[in-house]
């Protein structure tokens, strides 16, 4: 087996464009019977942006906007049950638009935290 510095061939992976990540984004909510409405797109094409410029960090990967998509879809889900919605059959898909309300939490600031938690869900003190 040849050492690995004896290999003449380097790989180079170009990093993925802003454009490229949402698109990835967009894929992976559709698998699970979800898409952004133009709100949503434009709030997290603008979290890409971000989160592509601070190279330093290393996040903008197909993994993150795998990340992404699933705090998103929870956070649909909670939106849907606290208007009333009912739960599906076990096994069943359910079909949801994402609004803004969804990806509103997803906000770049200058020392690089990423996300901004919502307001957590539970029981009021029956005090």
């Not at 050492?3 to 003449?8: A, F, I, V």
């Not at 790989?11 to 898409?35: P, V």
């Not at 849907?80 to 096994?91: K, S």
Request: aromatic letters at 6%.
């Amino acid at each position: 087996m040849p050492e690995l510095d004896s290999l003449d061939q380097l790989f180079a992976f170009e990093d993925y464009s802003e454009s490229e990540l949402l698109m990835i984004l967009h894929d992976i909510l559709k698998r699970d019977n979800m898409t952004m409405d133009r709100e949503a797109t434009q709030t997290m094409a603008q979290y890409i942006a971000a989160l592509c410029a601070a190279k330093h960090l290393n996040r903008a990967s197909a993994r993150t906007m795998k990340t992404l998509a699933k705090t998103i879809a929870g956070n649909a889900h909670l939106r849907a049950i606290a208007a009333g919605a009912r739960p599906l059959p076990e096994g069943e898909a359910p079909q949801a638009t994402i609004i803004g309300e969804d990806v509103a939490s997803f906000v770049w600031n200058e020392n690089g935290n990423s996300y901004r938690r919502m307001r957590p869900i539970g029981f009021k003190s029956c005090a």
